[in-house]
T-cell receptor, first 112, second 111 residues
């Protein structure tokens, strides 16, 4: 298993600003993922972050809006840039170990 | 992104009854499936998984059934307890390590 922590757990931000979310894992993992969960909805994959290479983004998500860093095998950041109220969501970090996929507790973002 | 769903369907059951939560997945090439439980304010928690070469898998109080013919997955919870109240998601893997999530079902257990 993997224990994942995220910072911040929640934040309220002003339109036009940016927020960087941190994800820390208690073990080294090759693949990390960032998901978004809008209110009352399911999880949508934003991007896959592998250490040593650029993140791979899913359709509808771009690097300029959601830049990702993956400096080592236990850590990643997701930045939500130039925020608008439509970015209000829960952002979840996830890792895979063998076949199982584990999730962090999420960061609840509210954009005013 | 892949997932859809503006309003989560709700399943209400009496404590002690069995619950069945259903999920339709989208890709016939999906080879692995997971059921997750998400409690309010928390991230999804792994419940049980099943590979595409299986039809059924049992865990403690939970059973997952896979019908590849109609691309349908179900989660059965025996003797449902108030602590089972949560949102349940199925996830399918069809692109190497990427998982795509169903729209979710809210389970409400009445004491």
């Amino acid at each position: 298993s993997a224990v994942i922590s995220q910072k911040p757990s929640r934040d309220i931000c002003q339109r036009g600003t940016s927020l960087t979310i941190q994800c820390q894992v208690d073990s080294q993992v090759t693949m990390m993922f960032w998901y978004r969960q809008q209110p009352g909805q399911s999880l949508t994959l934003i991007a896959t972050a592998n250490q040593g290479s650029e993140a791979t983004y899913e359709s509808g998500f771009v690097i300029d809006k959601f830049p990702i860093s993956r400096p080592n095998l236990t850590f990643s950041t997701l930045t939500v840039s130039n925020m608008s109220p439509e970015d209000s969501s829960i952002y979840l970090c996830s890792v895979q170990t063998s076949l199982e996929q584990f999730f962090g507790p999420g960061t609840r973002l509210t954009v005013l | 992104g892949e997932s859809v769903g503006l309003h989560l369907p709700t399943l209400s059951v009496q404590e002690g009854d069995n619950s069945i939560i259903n999920c339709a997945y989208s890709n016939s090439a999906s080879d692995y499936f997971i059921w997750y439980k998400q409690e309010s304010g928390k991230g999804p928690q792994f419940i049980i998984d099943i590979r595409s070469n299986m039809d059924k898998r049992q865990g403690q109080r939970v059973t997952v059934l896979l019908n590849k013919t109609v691309k349908h997955l179900s989660l059965q919870i025996a003797a449902t307890q108030p602590g089972d109240s949560a949102v349940y998601f199925c996830a399918e893997r069809y692109n190497f390590n990427k998982f795509y999530f169903g729209s979710g079902t809210k389970l409400n257990v009445k004491p």
